[in-house]
């Protein structure tokens, strides 16, 4: 089993529908990186979670510690959404990063 | 801001070669990554490095080495590039009582 599991693996959206993509994590993982990366593009990081919810603009990060599940939703999504979305476990501060597969998002008008 | 820099976006190099992927950053951070990129695998990491001429190995060190002779600039060696080798190379660094890491751009390495 691997560390870090999201699903879906693939999502396709009208534009404005609301998404969610999962992830979950094995015990020794103590902070969750969700992350956006666009076709031929670097990666960029959206919210790092330990605890709690996190919210920028339509994007919104929820984390449950006790089931070691994280959430990552799109509210009104859009085409520029597009992209796909990785989720990432930390052991410890400073450390390798332990990668999920990603999602690959696709948002059509 | 910081900023990670990797010497090319695109890379193409013969089987035998040898290859020198570099990335600097420039916020002074102690810890360094490599991680390689694969379709249906995920990211995977390499070798990473927690201060200057250390190195230590991660989940796919085989076939690569690593140089990390000053703090800004952690080097990827592929001693003798093989085709299982094209790739999309990233690297990162963080500081170490930092979580965020920040990603280079990615160098997309075709192995002919």
């Known amino acids: 089993k691997n560390e870090v599991e999201q699903s879906p693996q693939n999502l396709t959206a009208q534009e404005g529908e609301f998404i969610t993509i999962n992830c979950s994590y094995s015990?020794?993982?103590?902070?969750l990186h969700w992350l956006q990366q666009h076709p031929g593009g670097g990666i960029v990081s959206l919210f790092m979670?330990?605890?709690g919810k996190k919210k920028h603009g339509r994007l919104i990060a929820t984390i449950n510690i006790q089931e070691k599940h994280s959430s990552l939703h799109i509210t009104a999504s859009h085409p520029r959404d597009s992209a796909v979305y990785i989720c990432a476990g930390a052991r410890g501060a400073g450390t390798a990063l332990i990668f999920g597969k990603g999602t690959t998002l696709s948002v059509s008008s | 801001d910081v900023k990670v820099t990797q010497s090319s976006r695109y890379l193409v190099k013969r089987t035998g070669e040898k290859v020198f992927l570099e990335c600097v950053q420039d916020m002074d951070h102690e810890n360094m990554f490599w991680y390689r990129q694969d379709p249906g695998l995920g990211l995977r990491l390499i070798y990473f490095?927690?201060?200057?001429?250390?190195?230590e190995k991660g989940d796919i060190p085989e076939g690569y080495s690593v140089s990390r002779e000053k703090k800004e600039r952690f080097s990827l060696i592929l001693e003798s590039a093989s085709t299982n080798q094209t790739s999309m190379y990233l690297c990162?660094?963080?500081?170490?009582?930092?979580?965020?890491?920040?990603f280079g751009p990615g160098t997309r390495l075709t192995v002919t």
């Open positions: 490095s927690y201060d200057v001429k250390m190195k």
């Open positions: 990162a660094s963080t500081q170490p009582g930092g979580y965020e890491q920040y």
């Open positions: 979670l330990s605890s």
């Open positions: 015990v020794g993982i103590s902070a």
